[in-house]
């Protein structure tokens, strides 16, 4: 039997997405009380060692894996890719054939899309998706879990992500086509989101609106979402211009004023405040970054129970 991978959420059938996500409500619920070194009740990685791999830098990805992976009684070895033969010149795919003799899972987080899925085509054992260029589905994972425990129901909900149309949002986009909300992606027309991905959510019934004025974009939403002005794989000369660029984007009180009185504010972390979201907002009321951030380990239990059945 191949393999069960978590690589992109529109590779996923929908019903597959709200069996995770309901497994890590659950799962979270009956940690409720539990010393953190405590394990869960239940062990499905017992006996099991799962690779973590960073060829990006890492704070919540990496602690939340550690972590969910032990208390569900596995254990994990966490390289670097400069420390493995995959950064001096071994092909990813003798990589992953080595990788499925030794391990029962990999979590990978790299720059190229192309690296995952030359993993997750040569592996006998499930490749997780921990962040890529293109699409970052672990993060929206948690962040969807996020917004049902804050909000309510995904279906019919309107969330819009201000600012660039990066591997985050392309992930979010994905998820309104399997959860059924509507997105806008309020940002400048030299960084809009791929539009392969925005035509192909579309063609599932998704509505993904693109749009240049936030302040008209955010009225009535009942999320706002943002992410940093410069990702990890920008080039650095350009902060000054994509600053320019997305300063018109940024989150502030009175553009959360304008969105729905019930309507959260999230941010995937790291944040630069008073860049992308200024102080009042990101420590206000309203945000729920730190619950996004507490999320990962929930909403990645419930993908590694699935990958490993």
């Not at 019903?15 to 070194?37: F, H, Q, S, T």
């Not at 809009?192 to 959510?201: H, L, S």
Request: proline residues 5%.
């Amino acid at each position: 039997m191949s393999a069960r991978h978590f690589l992109d959420l529109d590779e996923i059938a929908p019903e597959e997405l709200r069996a995770i996500l309901d497994d890590a409500k659950r799962v979270k619920a009956a940690r409720n009380g539990r010393p953190r070194l405590a394990p869960d009740a239940e062990q499905p990685l017992a006996d099991h060692i799962v690779a973590l791999i960073f060829e990006k830098p890492s704070t919540r990805t990496r602690i939340s894996f550690d972590v969910g992976i032990r208390q569900m009684g596995g254990e994990t070895m966490i390289l670097s890719g400069t420390e493995m033969q995959l950064g001096h010149g071994e092909t990813v795919a003798d990589t992953a054939r080595v990788l499925s003799r030794f391990v029962d899972a990999v979590m990978i987080r790299t720059f190229q899309d192309a690296t995952l899925r030359e993993l997750a085509a040569h592996a006998e054992i499930p490749v997780v998706n921990g962040l890529t260029n293109r699409s970052h589905p672990c993060q929206i994972m948690a962040d969807l879990l996020t917004f049902e425990e804050h909000v309510g129901a995904l279906g019919g909900a309107r969330v819009v992500w201000a600012g660039d149309g990066n591997n985050v949002c392309h992930s979010w986009i994905h998820a309104a086509a399997a959860f059924g909300f509507d997105i806008t992606v309020a940002c400048p027309e030299t960084l809009e989101p791929d539009p392969g991905i925005v035509a192909a959510a579309r063609a599932k019934g998704a509505r993904v609106e693109i749009a240049r004025d936030a302040a008209a974009a955010v009225t009535g939403a009942d999320a706002v979402i943002t992410d940093a002005w410069l990702s990890m794989h920008d080039d650095v000369s350009a902060r000054d211009r994509r600053h320019n660029q997305l300063r018109p984007f940024q989150v502030t009180a009175e553009l959360m004023d304008r969105a729905a009185p019930h309507a959260v504010f999230m941010h995937c972390l790291p944040a630069h405040r008073d860049e992308e979201v200024t102080s009042e907002v990101f420590d206000g009321p309203r945000s729920v970054v730190f619950d996004e951030a507490e999320n990962r380990l929930h909403a990645q239990k419930g993908i590694l129970r699935w990958c490993l059945e």
